[in-house]
Each structure stands twice: as structure tokens, then as C-alpha cells.
């Protein structure tokens, strides 16, 4: 199975700035496989990066995904209000997925 | 648009077999390329990956659920349902069902589409 790792576990920035969530697969990881979602407190899951850096319908373009073998990347250029939340990444190989632990992304 | 709705009993004793429907909405369930999965999260916790069948009805499942778990799909009524048998307290959680549109064995797009969810407690 492989697992992936999450960092940090929380990230705590000011709207306006830059964030960098990582996400480390214990072996390579298909980038056609690699997605990211995010979810809010009483919500459920939101697509928004496919294929590692493909932005999901919708999505405003701040939001962008980057990263090939086991070392993938989340990127929110200019933080909203909106954006605060546990960010999750994604896997799927053989035969099976998993997800990373998330990441809480809270206002500083 | 398609929409996914959960149901199920919210109590399940231990031992017992949980077993939800996910109802699909707005579309056809065997139409197009997609996986339809189910997908847990336990209070204040992360998502877990259950299982999932394709439109043509083949399945995978989490291997370490994969004794417990089946996964099947009713076309006519445009559901795929879940059964986790022996359940235990750590199979409380809510519970959602996904789809996810595919090139198989080249490509995944995402599961775009969820469920709202539902909870279930295994408790005596």
C-alpha cells in the first residue's frame, strides 16, 4: 500500500499570503493518479486538482497543483477567507487508493 | 447535474452487516466511464477509501477492509450499494459514496461528485 504524508500538519497563514502543502508518497505515485481535495468543517469533500495539476471545474485559477514520483505540491497563491480548511491528497495504484492524513490550513 | 444521495440505517449493532444505497441522480450510473466509490471519515478524522465498482460492474476494494466488503451495483434503479459485514465500534463514521470519471488503466479526473453523506454508529 502506499502512503502518503502530508505536510505540515497545520499551516497557519494570514489571507493574502502564499501556501505550500506537501504531499510525499512512500514509493512513485502516476501523476494521472494524484488528486487533491479540500473540505470544510460540515462539508464534504471538494475536487480540486486532478492528474497532480489539472485545476477541477470551477476552480479559481490560485489554486494549483505541481510534482512527479513521490513529491507532490499544492500551491494557493493568495489566500481568501474561503480557503481555510483541511486540504487531503490523493493516490491510486495498485488497484486501490489512499489518502494523505490532511492538512489544516488556519487563519493566523 | 448529477447528484449522489446516501442511505442507510444510521444504528447498526456489532456483528451485524451495515449496508447503505447510494442513489444517482440526474444521469444514468451505466452510462459514460466512471467508478462509483464509497468513501468513510470518522469524527475528526481523515477519508478512507472503501471500494468502488465500474459501470461494467468489476470492483476494487481497500485491501484492508477486502474480506468485509461488497460492492454492488442495480442498474435498473440507478444505485450501487455497500455492505461491510462484522462491523465493529471503529466502523462508526460517516460514510459517502463518489464518482469518478476514468480513462481505464491511463487516467482518473478527480471524484467530482459526492454525496452528502451519512452517518453511521455501530453500537449495541
Known amino acids: 500500500e502506499i502512503v502518503l504524508t502530508q505536510s505540515p500538519g497545520t499551516l497557519s497563514l494570514s489571507p493574502g499570503e502564499r501556501a505550500t502543502l506537501s504531499c510525499r508518497a512512500s514509493?512513485?505515485?502516476?501523476?494521472?493518479?494524484l488528486a487533491w481535495y479540500q473540505q470544510k468543517p460540515g462539508q464534504t469533500p471538494r475536487l480540486l486538482i486532478y492528474g497532480a495539476s489539472s485545476r477541477a471545474t470551477g476552480i479559481p485559477d490560485r489554486f494549483s497543483g505541481s510534482g512527479s514520483g513521490t513529491d507532490f505540491t499544492l500551491t494557493i497563491s493568495r489566500l481568501e477567507p474561503e480557503d481555510f480548511a483541511v486540504y487531503y491528497c490523493?493516490?491510486?495504484?495498485?488497484?486501490?487508493?489512499?489518502f494523505g492524513q490532511g492538512t489544516k490550513l488556519e487563519i493566523k | 447535474q448529477v447528484q449522489l444521495q446516501e442511505s442507510g440505517p444510521g444504528l447498526v449493532k456489532p456483528s451485524q452487516t451495515l449496508s447503505l444505497t447510494c442513489t444517482v441522480s440526474g444521469g444514468s450510473i451505466s452510462s459514460g466511464s466512471y467508478y462509483w466509490s464509497w468513501i468513510r471519515q470518522p469524527a475528526g478524522k481523515g477519508l478512507e477509501w472503501i471500494g468502488r465498482i465500474y459501470t461494467s460492474g468489476s470492483t476494487n476494494y481497500n485491501p484492508s477492509l477486502k474480506s468485509r466488503v461488497t460492492i454492488s451495483v442495480d442498474t435498473s434503479k440507478n444505485q450501487f450499494s455497500l455492505k461491510l459485514s462484522s462491523v465493529t465500534a471503529a466502523d462508526t463514521a460517516v460514510y459517502y459514496c463518489a464518482r469518478e470519471e476514468v480513462i481505464p488503466n491511463y487516467y482518473q479526473y478527480g471524484m467530482d461528485v459526492w454525496g452528502q453523506g451519512t452517518t453511521v454508529t455501530v453500537s449495541s
Open positions: 490523493q493516490q491510486y495504484g495498485s488497484s486501490s487508493y489512499t
Open positions: 514509493q512513485s505515485v502516476s501523476s494521472s493518479y
